[in-house]
Each structure stands twice: as C-alpha cells, then as structure tokens.
C-alpha cells in the first residue's frame, strides 16, 4: 500500500490561513487523495478528495502537484473549531472495485485564538 | 441527512470475553465498514460488507467475527478479549465502492480488565 507522509503537528492563529502538507511519492496512478479530521470523541470527517486537478469546497482548497507525489490541503480562515487531527490518505482500488482508507497517524493541527 | 449510530459508547469487559459491538446507518448505504483505532495511530480495517449478508475480511480480520444482517446494520465481535485490544472500533458507511466519501460514527471505546 502507498504511504503518506505528514508532520505530527502544527499551530496556528484563529483567521489564518493554514497549509497542510502531505507527502505520497509511491502513489500510483489509480488512487485518489483523501483528506478527513478527526477531533477527540468522534470518527473521523470526510474533507476533501482529488486525483489530479486542485479542488475546493466549502471546507477546504486541495492543492495536488503536478508529478502527484505531494499535496497540500489549505484551510482558510482557521477557526478554533477546525483544530483536528487532520488525516492525508489515499484510496486503494483493489480488483473487486471495494476501495479501502489507509489511514497513518495524522497531523494535530492546534489553533490559538 | 443521516446519521450512524454505534453502541454502546463505552465497553468494558474481561480477558477472554467474547463481546459485541453493534452499528446502525439509516443513510440506506450498501457499504459498511469496521476499523479499530489504537491510541495515536492511524485506523485499521476489521471487516468490510458491500451489501446485506456479504462479509469481507480486512487486514486485521483475526480474532474478529462479523455480521450485517440487514442493509442497515453491521455486527462486530470480538471473539476473545485480550489485553492488546483496547482500543476505539469506529463503524463507517458508503454508499457504495465506488462513492468517494465515508461516513463514520463516534467510535466504542473499548477496555479489557
């Protein structure tokens, strides 16, 4: 299974904008990148996904570099309630069509006001 | 909207016990899933079911049975309690393979005296 790579921990201010980054250098060309937070007491949150192009919703801005082996999911605005362990993952496709989340430990993303 | 509801919230139970933990979605999703959680660390997959009556083992199937009897429930059980397994079992549901975002519930917290 590829792995991702993401720094244990992060800080930042309410109203920044936050940048989160995610190191998949073995990805391949049929997984996806996923992003879910997780805060304490909860399952993990869906954010965002891609596979090639940048994506945005209401959470979330994915930026996905062109060779596929890093991402960066931006938070704009930070508030108290986005801080999270923010998981970086991706999704296997395995011959059945059943994808599986391979989920590593996460960046702890803290947020002062 | 939905919701996936796990229960109980909390278990407690002793070396060698065999318990059970129960999930219920009312999202009408195909695709159910376990993971067990350890402290700090990434999830892992138990068991997957793409539809009612189908099982399918995951990466860290020993020691575990399961069972979706209907569409909208999925049945873990811990055959043997052991020391090594406290842990949170997150349930989660997709609507189906192919769908990109899983949606999990608040997690049993389990420990074993």
């Known amino acids: 299974d590829a792995k991702t790579t993401q720094p244990d921990s992060m800080e930042s201010t309410e109203g920044e904008t936050v940048h989160l980054p995610c190191s998949h250098a073995?990805?391949?060309?049929?997984?996806?990148i996923y992003w879910y937070r997780q805060v304490p007491l909860q399952g993990p949150e869906y954010v965002t996904h891609?596979?090639?192009q940048n994506t945005t919703n209401s959470m979330a801005f994915l930026a996905i570099a062109s060779d596929r082996k890093s991402s960066t999911l931006i938070l704009p605005h930070v508030s108290l309630r986005d801080a999270a362990v923010y998981h970086c993952?991706?999704?296997?496709?395995?011959?059945?069509?059943?994808?599986?989340?391979?989920f590593g430990q996460g960046t702890s993303l803290s947020v002062v006001p | 909207g939905g919701i996936i509801t796990q229960t109980p919230k909390f278990l407690i139970g002793q070396e060698g016990q065999k318990l059970t933990l129960k999930c219920q979605q009312n999202?009408?999703?195909?695709?159910m899933y376990w993971y067990r959680q350890d402290s700090g660390k990434g999830l892992r997959l138990i068991y997957y079911?793409?539809?009612?009556?189908?099982?399918q083992k995951g990466d860290l199937s020993e020691g575990y049975d399961a069972s979706r009897e209907k569409k909208s429930s999925f049945s873990l059980t811990v055959t043997s309690a052991q020391k090594n397994e406290m842990a949170v079992f997150l349930c989660?549901?997709?609507?189906?393979?192919?769908?990109?975002?899983?949606?999990f519930g608040p997690g049993t917290r389990l420990t074993v005296l």
């Open positions: 891609g596979l090639q």
């Open positions: 993952i991706l999704r296997l496709i395995a011959s059945s069509s059943f994808s599986k989340l391979v």
């Open positions: 079911s793409i539809t009612e009556n189908d099982l």
């Open positions: 999202f009408n999703h195909d695709t």
């Open positions: 073995t990805i391949s060309g049929n997984e996806y």
């Open positions: 989660a549901s997709r609507l189906g393979p192919n769908y990109a975002e899983q949606f």
